[in-house]
């Protein structure tokens, strides 16, 4: 607290030097060894505005996601205060026009603290990808990611930044290793899912990490730089992402920091992981070893599309079969039972992040049944272009027109359903 005044990002700001010299009457001037490099202007006298800006940017950014954590932003920025004094650091909070206005707050405490800033995401959901947005605006020498909630313990960081420092490609904190307990503030389901997710991923990347799923790391910005275009931006799991394409960089050489703390609870508000998030979970581990050459959404998407053959054979076989329905009407009735289950599957699974809710649930259905109706006359147009031109034979001209309607739902719900 004391050393809001002793911050110096901010200079710029405010227009004018800061002083380094804290209301507790420590120096911070150590940590920002040439005052003229912080953000500070010099002018000529005869310009009216700064024609040479030196700017150091800070040793270390800190990434926090936010998704409606409005009560958790002020004492987590505190917290890293604590935990970081004599380092210089930024909070990047990344928020996604969160309705409880954890965004306003977070560009109120960033009008008081110069080392705060917020990118104010809008109209855009996930996780992964306001991780990403977050150290990508990055300018210093370091980036980490840090829940809001206060379920990462901060005050490993610097442990962290020393590891890293040391030459470790990335430092994951880690919830499992050593000391670090999983107990608190972890359901049993969410443990077991947990173990089961650092065995399958311990298979795909090869190493031995305990905590693969942690959503708490620090690692050099130019490794971020190296990986970022091929990182995914679905999901909740983007150190897993990033350690797998990492270490093919690395030629399977990634050494990576593991430092042990215990997981806390909850400060304020709820969870937004969700047992679906597992799904994308899988779809990443897909989606990684086809190289990224399949997108996750697209391949719980194409699953979701077969759940919706069995449903339609399934609807099928009950209006004709059992009810006694004309073929037409039963087959009518199928296709629409398939287009909603698929739908609705869709809607919490492979766009978790994107859910249509209220209104926009329904207008979505009728984007998504007009889709549809659009992608079954691709299918039926290809497959028969092949079958009649002799090109394939009649499995092979089916299956084709099947990819084909799944390629083109695929593409044209993102644009016009899950925008
Ligand atoms: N910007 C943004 N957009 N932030 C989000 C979104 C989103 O769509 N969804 C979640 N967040 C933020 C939350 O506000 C929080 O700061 C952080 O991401 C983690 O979300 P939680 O809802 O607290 O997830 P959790 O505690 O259940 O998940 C924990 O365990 C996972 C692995 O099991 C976290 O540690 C995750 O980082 C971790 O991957
Ligand atoms: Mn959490």
Known sequence: MAREIGWGHGGVKRGGPKNFASSDGACYAGSRPALQNNKMISMTASAERPETQTWTPPKLSVV??????RDNIAPLVEKLEAALAGIDFEVIVVDDNSPDGTAELAKDLARQKGHVRCIHRVGRRGLSSACIEGMASSSAEYVAVIDADHQHDETILPEMLRRVEAGADIA???????????TEGFSKSRQAGSTLATKLSGILTGKTLSDPMSGFFLMPRALFNEVAPGLSREGFKILLDIIVSANRRRGGKLVIAEVPYSFRRRFAGESKMSALVVAQFLGLIVSQISRGILPTSFLLFSLVGASGVV????????????????????????????????????????YADKKLRGRRFWTGLLSFYIVCSFGTLANVSVASVLYETNAANFLIAGIAGAVMSVVFNYAVTRMFTWR
Do not use: D, K
């Open 311 to 350: 449903v339609h054979l399934g609807v099928l076989t009950l209006a004709f079969e059992v009810l006694g329905f004309n073929f037409a009407n039963s087959q009518l009735l199928a296709t629409l039972v398939a287009m909603t289950t698929n739908y609705i599957l869709n809607n919490e699974l492979t």
């Open 172 to 182: 994951v904190g880690s919830r499992y290793n050593g000391e670090g307990s999983s």
């Open 64 to 69: 926090v996601p936010t998704f409606n954590e």
